[in-house]
Structures are given as C-alpha cells and as structure tokens.
C-alpha cells in the first residue's frame, strides 16, 4: 500500500452539503443545526463523546432516518426528501459498525447482490477484484460469508460498498472489532476508493490513530452541535475537544447505535 498522504480535494464544488439538519426523538433532540460540506476525493472525519450523534447522523444521511428539519444535497441535488434506496442509487452509500452480509450466501453472492442494489453505472469491478485478492478473499469466492473470520467479514462488507460505485462513502465505525494488524486494511480500502472512484468518505471512527491518518479535516460533535472543525491536527489539540473527547479513557459505541 502507498503511503502517500491523504489531503482534501478542495478546488471541486462540494459533493455533499448539510443545511441545518437535525434530529429528534420526541423531545429528545440528538442534534441541531448541524451545517458542513465534504468535496470528491475528500475524507471528513467525525468524531465525538458517546451519545454525541455520530451514527444517527450516518442514518439521516444515508435515509435509514429522517430528518426533523434541514437539507441535504448530493452534487447539488437535494435528497432530503428520498428514502434509503433512492439515496443509495444515486450514490450515498454507507457501512455499518457490526458485519452487514448475506451470511448464508457465499461471498460472489453478496458481491452480486450488493451490485445488483446499487444499479449503478459507476461500478469498478477491477478494483473490487485488486481489494479481494488485498484481503485474502480472492480464494473464497465460493465459501459461504458465514464461515469466514470476523475480520474477512467486515472486509467483504467494504467491498460490497465499493462494487455499488459510491459517490459519497458514510462509513461508520470501519475498524470496530479488528485486530490491530487488521486495521491497516481499511488504510488500503479508503486510498482505493479516493484513487479509483473519486468519491467523499466520512468517516466515524473511535480509533484516533486511524483518524490522524486517514482524515484531513475532522468535526467534533458534542452534545448535539458541532464543537470543533478544521484541520484535524488543529482540532485534536484544541482544550475543548480534549476535555470533551480525547480525555475519556474508556471508548464504547454510541449509545444510539
């Protein structure tokens, strides 16, 4: 894998722009007003203390919840108003924190149907095949998914979103249950995607290390707003964020997850 630097795309017009969104629950609000913008090639981290919001936000962008108010626009279309499969099939794409496979299928299935979900016109299938062979999944084409290792599994589940094409990636919590020689995978998966498909990735993700590495510019959600954006160097060493975040010692998923 290369090791050249990550950076932003920031001479394009934005891919996806968020207007005021917020969610609530009844009188519960998770959050409000948040506003921010990610461009083609660019990968936004989002981090922030349990509780802060992170995966509701990936489930109101991706359409799995509605927004109590705002805008989203993909490419400058809005799609505030569209379900999870429409939203899907004009590119906003996102993984989840726990393994999301046709686990009695085996793994050219799940290829298959993920590509057959997305009818989309933008599939690369010969990068889908370099991650496989990347991932040791080249070999077991025809294994059940099920009988895979863990890891082997969150890996299919990658690639899975890779063959639909994405234009914009949501992917939440991507290291969460690797081991740590694993993670370098993900390294791999995200420069692929950036390289090979010009796509926006935002990125949930509770490993700091990894945070650093793959995100140029990072928010910080805290109590239902954003706390900090910018630079993720910058943010990273801001009091505010390190007594809101970096500071708690014991990491869990966010409790609405």
Do not use: W
């Amino acid at each position: 894998m290369s090791t050249t630097e990550i950076t932003s795309d920031s001479s394009d017009k934005p891919l996806l722009e968020v207007h005021q969104l917020a969610k609530a629950f009844g009188n519960l609000n998770v959050f409000d007003n948040l506003s921010f913008q990610m461009g083609p090639r660019e990968v936004l981290g989002v981090i922030g203390p349990n509780g802060a919001g992170k995966t509701t936000l990936i489930n109101v962008l991706s359409g799995q919840l509605a927004a109590s108010s705002g805008t989203v626009l993909l490419d400058r279309d809005p799609i505030s108003r569209l379900p999870f499969h429409a939203r899907a099939r004009k590119g906003m794409i996102r993984s989840f924190q726990h393994t999301n496979i046709f686990s009695e299928e085996s793994v050219s299935e799940n290829l298959s149907r993920a590509k057959r979900f997305s009818s989309s016109t933008h599939t690369d299938e010969d990068g889908a095949r370099s991650l496989l062979d990347s991932f040791g999944l080249s070999d077991k084409l025809d294994h059940p998914a099920v009988d895979l290792p863990y890891g082997l599994q969150k890996m299919l589940g990658l690639v899975m979103v890779y063959i639909t094409g994405p234009r914009v990636l949501l992917l939440d919590e991507p290291a969460a249950g690797l081991e740590s020689r694993e993670r370098i995978l993900v390294d791999q998966f995200v420069e692929t995607a950036l390289d090979r498909l010009s796509c926006g990735i935002l990125i949930v993700e509770h490993d700091m290390d990894m945070v650093r590495r793959l995100c140029p510019r990072l928010i910080v959600l805290d109590d239902g707003q954003i706390l900090a954006e910018g630079d993720t160097a910058d943010v990273l060493r801001r009091r505010e964020v390190i007594e809101a975040y970096l500071g708690v010692t014991e990491e869990k998923t966010d409790a609405e997850g």
